[in-house]
DNA sequence: GTCTATATCGCGATAGAC
DNA sequence: GTCTATCGCGATATAGAC
């Protein structure tokens, strides 16, 4: 199936912006990749803001869900949650489509101000307020040592976010990511040793 | 003591990169922050690129360098060694030189492949060495429970990172970073009750 | 919805006087 | 080592024909 016009500026846009920055991507880039003239542009966007925004607004549309009932459900088990939010989180950072995203969000990310609100809301604070509940749990259920459930949040999260920006840079230049590909993995099992009951 | 123009473009140019990136850092921005024009610019340096190269060079000349016989002698006593490394962190992330330079890396990270390798060997692989000897140690020392050192240095350094990428995010927009003020020294304890030996 | 043509601007860089 | 003046380029964006 074939994209729109609108749809193929997308997607040409998103790819240079992740790969030069807002300011480095030209409209004639991004025409050019279309196969259009920049004016002709100009038919499907205001300007170039209005492209980069409209890409930007889809970057946080990625991240993922989970309901209340189910976190609470599945925390009560300990080791197997944190398993799963590694997991859950390890497949986005290899998916494609949320990698080039990434990048973009990253690039941007010392320039822009609402990239950076909505990065610490999206990709810390969200994060940060669901792990503490599920150690919060962990803890009543006598799982792991008790702690400050944040602390224990922003620990856990700390690691899995290193090594997805460790990943994203290595693989800029298509360099080998093989020896990090079961660090997440390595990471629950190391920090719920850590942390559980003896 | 008053800097030579030489200085003073260097010193206005890193602020200027450090805040809006390589592109779309002007000749003409630098050159009116000194209170110059833009040709005489050039009486000190070649092109815009050199200028940017030569503030580069300085990016990682601050990386904090312990000889190993130091290191070796520290890391059996354990504890004291990550909180005295975590300190250091601590000073490099909070000192007003170096935070600017951290920006201007990571504002360039994702388009310029030769900071990218530096930043890879510098701030990681450089890092991960020294403390996954230290670690060596302390396994050897039966200070830690035996694990994988290089394992057990990323996990302890991953944290450290993301403490200082969100304290540099927070304070670009003049945020309080008070919350975080001892989250580095809460990481050493967190983690070293993780790993010692019970 | 696309094209050609063009307006307007800011950019990096250079020539030459002082 | 600084200035004024200027060049050539590529950028965003618009007007109007098809």
């Keep these: 199936?074939?994209?729109?016009?609108?749809?193929?500026?997308?997607?040409?846009?998103?790819?240079?912006f992740s790969q030069l920055g807002?300011?480095?991507?030209?409209?004639?880039?991004?025409?050019?990749?279309?196969?259009?003239?920049?004016?002709?542009?100009?038919n499907h966007f205001k300007n170039k803001e209005e492209i980069f925004l409209t890409i930007a607004d889809e970057i946080f549309a990625t991240s993922v869900e989970l309901d209340r009932e189910k976190i609470q459900e599945e925390a009560k088990r300990g080791k197997p949650f944190l398993a799963r939010?590694?997991?859950?989180?390890?497949l986005v950072t290899f998916d494609k489509n949320s990698e080039k995203?990434?990048?973009?969000?990253?690039?941007?990310?010392?320039?822009?101000?609402?990239?950076?609100?909505?990065?610490?809301?999206?990709?810390?604070?969200?994060?940060?307020?669901?792990?503490?509940?599920?150690?919060?749990?962990?803890?009543q259920e006598g799982?792991?040592?008790s702690n400050d459930p944040m602390l224990?949040?922003?620990e856990f999260l700390s690691?899995?976010?290193?090594?997805?920006?460790?990943?994203?840079?290595?693989?800029i230049d298509s360099e080998s990511?093989?020896?990090l590909s079961t660090q997440m993995e390595k990471h629950v099992d190391f920090f719920w040793e850590g942390i559980k009951v003896q």
């Design 101 to 139: 995203m990434f990048r973009l969000l990253l690039i941007e990310l010392f320039t822009n101000e609402a990239l950076r609100k909505k990065f610490i809301q999206e990709f810390h604070d969200k994060n940060i307020k669901l792990l503490s509940e599920a150690f919060f749990i962990m803890m």
């Design 177 to 179: 990511t093989s020896h």
């Design 85 to 90: 939010f590694a997991t859950t989180y390890k």
């Design 143 to 145: 799982l792991i040592r």
């Design 1 to 16: 199936m074939s994209l729109s016009t609108k749809e193929k500026i997308l997607k040409e846009a998103s790819t240079l």
């Design 152 to 154: 224990v949040a922003y």
């Design 22 to 42: 807002y300011k480095a991507t030209s409209v004639r880039k991004i025409a050019s990749k279309v196969g259009i003239r920049e004016s002709a542009l100009y």
């Design 159 to 171: 690691s899995l976010f290193y090594i997805r920006f460790h990943i994203t840079l290595l693989r």
